[in-house]
DNA sequence: AAAAAAG
């Protein structure tokens, strides 16, 4: 029901192609494929690994998983995708094995940024355990206290945790860590990044310093290389893949289009048959809701995760996506990192993420497993400043991505005058928001059917102003922009400048039925 | 700018 998880490794033979394209640092050793037997796991965690179809650990297994069992503090460079899960699940089985949990005193804890993360390392416990009387519980928010403290009561070997709900049942006194001596941090940068470093140093205080600290991150940050001094003790530090590196094996494209063209032309994309299912990254959780209703009205198989949505629902849809159940998931970067769904032939970003980093956690959820990934991103002409901070970051630009029918637009827009003082405030659904004009004004070239009006069928008519003759100086240059660029003009706001009034040839998508309104509002400011 | 995580 669950597809195979590439996190956990490799399937056959598979290794060599997504091991070495991803791992540009590794030396080229893979004529001596090591196997998971030579590892020294015993025989029931053997078995496990053989029934789940892995023969060959990944580089992060292979380096990382003796120096567990040798009791080591381990600081792990690696992003999932790499085998990481595994490579600290299957050591911590066979060290726990030996002996039992006693009540209220979780032998291991193992903390993750979201709850999604802490389901998904339950699940490999479940899956790499299941031949041994090992016992784990999920400490996450969201859900039930009494049932997760009933769980405490009886003793767990593994307790996986996000910080917020580990900490309040502490405080609650339903938890004792001082027999903890295995300590997993996971996803480090990312608990940096949402605020959660306080909480994790007020969790390791509640340790005892005898124990053993795995630490992974995919980035190795000034930061994060500190909390790392402060939580190891002479670690083992392994590296699986240049942080903010993009594997090879995805091909990304970037498509410029008019903000409010994105879900139509996302649409487009979307029907490609290349397109076998995808995760829609938007910025908002807002938007995660508006695209993917969006979606469903025009026929898509798509289904919504973000932090606002219930846990049961959060938990169904990604069961449910990764079933094939869903063909689109549409999400907030809730689940940009970390999350493994294996067999991605597709990811999209209807925008362009905030933080560049993030591009690359995104992406990485496709092209997984030595298969090519497909990464394409939607952004408009004023969401140049994200793009060139991801193309610095990843070192080269992103091509363009022809789509069929689709005209796009140039950076240069930019420089367009956006909106008036009011944008952003009072966007209900209503007529009340502000005049929205220009985008297909004047535009006769453009047929009645490939007009964008539909797409914001709850606004009101464009109010078409006369162009105004004044600023010739100033049209005449733009104009000169327009035609050295080959590219339509669009615009929006309330202020119309005069080079948008001129004919523009419309973008055009190939016309279809189901094209009608999905009305949302503008964007946000 | 946003999202995530505690209730």
């Known amino acids: 029901m669950v597809p195979p998880d590439t996190d956990a490794g490799s399937p056959g033979g598979a290794l060599s192609a997504s091991g070495t394209v991803d791992t540009p640092d590794e030396p080229a ?5 090591p196997l998971f037997s030579d590892l020294g796991l015993s025989e029931p965690i053997q078995r496990a690994i053989d029934e789940a179809g892995y023969i060959h650990p990944t580089p992060i297994q292979a380096q990382a998983i003796p120096y567990v069992l040798m009791g080591r503090d381990v600081l792990g460079v690696a992003q999932t995708g790499t085998g990481k899960t595994a490579g600290f699940t299957l050591p911590m089985l066979e060290i726990l094995s030996g002996s039992r949990a006693r009540a209220r005193m979780p032998r291991s804890l193992i903390l993750e940024p979201t709850r999604e993360l802490a389901l998904q390392v339950a699940e490999n416990f479940v899956k790499y355990g299941k031949y041994l009387k090992l016992n784990h519980a999920l400490l996450i928010g969201g859900e039930s206290m009494a049932e997760q403290k009933d769980v405490l009561n009886r003793g767990v070997d593994v307790l996986i945790a996000t910080p917020g709900r580990l900490i309040d049942l502490f405080e609650r006194g339903g938890l004792l860590l001082t027999q903890t001596r295995l300590l997993v941090i996971d996803e480090a940068d990312r608990m940096l990044d ?61 498509v410029v289009v008019d903000e409010d063209d994105k879900r139509r032309v996302l649409r487009q994309m979307l029907r490609d048959d290349a397109v ?18 969006s979606l469903v009205k025009h026929g898509f198989s798509a289904g919504a995760l973000h932090g606002d949505l219930p846990q049961s629902v959060r938990f169904s849809t990604l069961e449910r996506f990764k079933a094939g159940d869903l063909k689109f998931l549409v999400c907030s970067d809730v689940a940009a990192r970390g999350i493994d ?26 092209g997984r497993a030595g298969r090519t990934g497909h990464a394409y991103s939607l952004a408009s002409p004023h969401d140049r400043g994200l793009a060139e901070a991801i ?19 140039d950076w240069s827009e930019e ?9 952003g405030r009072g966007r209900e659904k209503d007529d009340r ?12 070239a453009a047929p009645a059917e490939a007009s964008p009006a539909p797409e914001t069928a709850a606004a009101p008519p464009p109010a078409r102003k006369p162009a105004p003759p004044r600023h010739h100086r100033e049209r005449e240059l733009e104009d000169a922009t327009v035609q050295a660029n080959g590219n339509p003009v669009t615009g929006f706001g309330t202020e119309v400048p005069a080079f948008m009034l001129l004919p523009r040839r419309q973008f055009t998508i190939t016309p279809s039925a189901d094209d009608e309104s999905t009305h949302t509002a503008d964007e946000p400011a």
């Open 29 to 33: 050793e893979a004529a001596a494929q």
């Open 194 to 254: 949402m605020g959660f470093i306080p909480d994790i140093e007020k969790i390791v205080g509640m340790l005892s310093p005898l124990r053993q600290t795995l630490f992974f991150s995919a980035t190795m940050a000034p930061e994060i290389r500190r909390l790392a001094d402060m939580f190891l003790q002479n670690p083992k530090e392994i590296t699986v893949s240049r942080p903010s590196s993009v594997a090879t094996t995805i091909e990304a494209g970037l």
């Open 276 to 293: 076998q299912n995808a995760i829609i990254f938007c910025n908002r959780k807002r938007d995660v809701d508006v695209l993917c209703k």
């Open 341 to 366: 769904i294996g067999g991605l032939s597709h990811v999209f970003n209807f925008d362009l993420p905030f933080h560049a980093e993030d591009y690359v956690h995104r992406i990485g959820r496709t």
């Open 391 to 409: 193309e610095k970051l990843i070192g080269h630009p992103i091509p363009r991505l022809a789509v069929e029918g689709v005209t796009q637009l």
């Open 415 to 423: 420089a367009r005058p956006r909106g008036g003082k009011g944008r």
């Open 433 to 444: 928001r502000g005049p929205k004009p220009a985008r297909s004004a004047a535009a006769p």
